[in-house]
């Protein structure tokens, strides 16, 4: 087997190390080691190594005994504020939490990395301490989206990593995305849909039509199946699993989604206890409704994937309590379990060598002569 790439390491003693900002997010350390916790109760594969204060975490930490004889912590006595800008933490955040818990997956001691912490700090530490692919121009952010299909769910990227996405970068999303669901969802042939401002082919800017031709002349090197151009009603759609888009148009969707679910579970909740009638007939629907609720749970869909990257990195949302971060640890632990950052990048740089072969030739066309019967070659 060839050598894995910088990031990529071969799990050792049976078990997938996951390293974890202790100290990111709104909840604090004691929601993030609760997650963990509650990981390691129901898989007996994983391990952890806590980055963060090492006097606040060890009194945390014993409160467990799940976690005892898997997790280490690894001291850093500073912290990334959801208010520091990304760069100043590329400057100055060497003793940071979020710092070493990337470094750890750099330096191989992890197979995975989750942070509750700051966004835009943790993509771009991702980037210094990780690197980028080859071929990736930049690392796209996917998240889950309750769907009607099979698997509940569809994914959509970019959410947020890059505001703008030329061609190319969307080609490489619908490369990464297609190997994202394909591993988390065990679907061998993901479907790939372009997201644009109507279905028809003349419709969209002119390099969202060029997007949609890269895309669907690298289905067969992606293994995927192309849609074409879905809309944003398509978003919970069956009829697809990865949802293209940039970051931009993505990240308002997201959080459009979310203001209005929101809303809807407010309101669901104001006409259900509202009066006697209304109490008694939501107690008759009880069973239902807590199905209900539990599907469209926003914790159990918690965490945005990094793709693009020498490494598997989870972000979190920043609100999570126990059960979302221990929702963003199961996908870590199960994207390193599958190696599908390997598989991905060798996909990737097929599909770069191949683009980068056409600009050749397209720069160097074969002289008319060479075709011509009876004529002699220069």
């Known amino acids: 087997m060839a050598d894995a790439p910088q990031g990529m390491t071969t799990p050792q003693g049976g078990r997938i190390t996951v390293s974890v900002d202790a100290m990111g997010g709104d909840e604090g350390p004691a929601a993030v080691i609760a ?4 990981s390691a109760a129901r898989n007996d594969r994983i391990a952890f190594i806590l980055h963060g204060d090492e006097a606040a975490l060890t009194p945390l930490l014993a409160e467990f005994a799940s976690l005892r004889g898997i997790t280490r912590i690894v001291h850093s006595p500073d912290v990334v504020s959801m208010d520091d800008k990304p760069a100043n933490v590329m400057r100055h955040g060497r003793a940071t939490s979020m710092w070493a818990c990337l470094s750890a997956v750099q330096d191989g001691a992890a197979q995975a990395a989750v942070s509750c912490g700051n966004t835009g700090a943790l993509m771009a530490v991702s980037m210094l301490r990780l690197r980028k ?17 099979r698997s509940g769910f ?3 990227l970019d959410v947020g990593a890059d505001v703008r996405a030329d061609e190319e970068s969307l080609l490489q999303y619908a490369l ?9 969802f065990d679907a061998p042939r993901p479907r790939v849909g372009l997201l644009n401002v109507g279905t028809e082919e003349h419709k969209g800017r002119a ?8 895309i669907a002349d690298a289905a067969a ?12 009603n398509d978003l919970p759609a069956e009829h697809v699993d990865v949802i293209v888009t940039d970051g931009f148009t993505g990240n308002i969707a997201l959080k459009t989604a979310e203001g209005t679910a929101k809303l809807i579970g407010e309101r669901m909740r104001a006409e259900l206890t509202a009066t006697l009638w209304s109490r008694l007939s939501a107690g008759l629907a009880s069973g239902p409704l807590r199905r209900f609720k539990r599907s469209m749970d926003p914790r159990r869909m918690n965490g945005g994937v990094f793709l693009g990257l020498n490494g598997t990195v989870v972000k979190s ?17 199960r994207l390193a379990e599958s190696r599908f950052q390997e598989r991905m990048a060798d996909r990737l740089a097929k599909v770069a060598d191949g683009l980068h072969q056409q600009t050749l030739d397209e720069a160097n066309p074969p002289d008319a002569a060479d075709d011509e019967p009876g004529e002699a070659k220069a």
């Open 35 to 38: 997650g963990c916790a509650l």
């Open 133 to 149: 692919l080859r071929g990736v121009h930049r690392p796209a952010i996917a998240c889950l989206w309750p769907s009607r299909g």
């Open 154 to 156: 569809n994914t959509m």
């Open 176 to 184: 990464m995305g297609a190997a994202y669901y394909r591993n988390a």
């Open 207 to 214: 390099e969202i039509k060029e997007a949609a031709r890269l």
């Open 221 to 232: 090197i992606g293994r995927y199946d192309f849609v074409g151009f879905v809309e944003g």
């Open 317 to 333: 949302h920043g609100s999570a309590d126990a059960t979302g971060v221990s929702a963003a640890i199961k996908l870590a632990f």
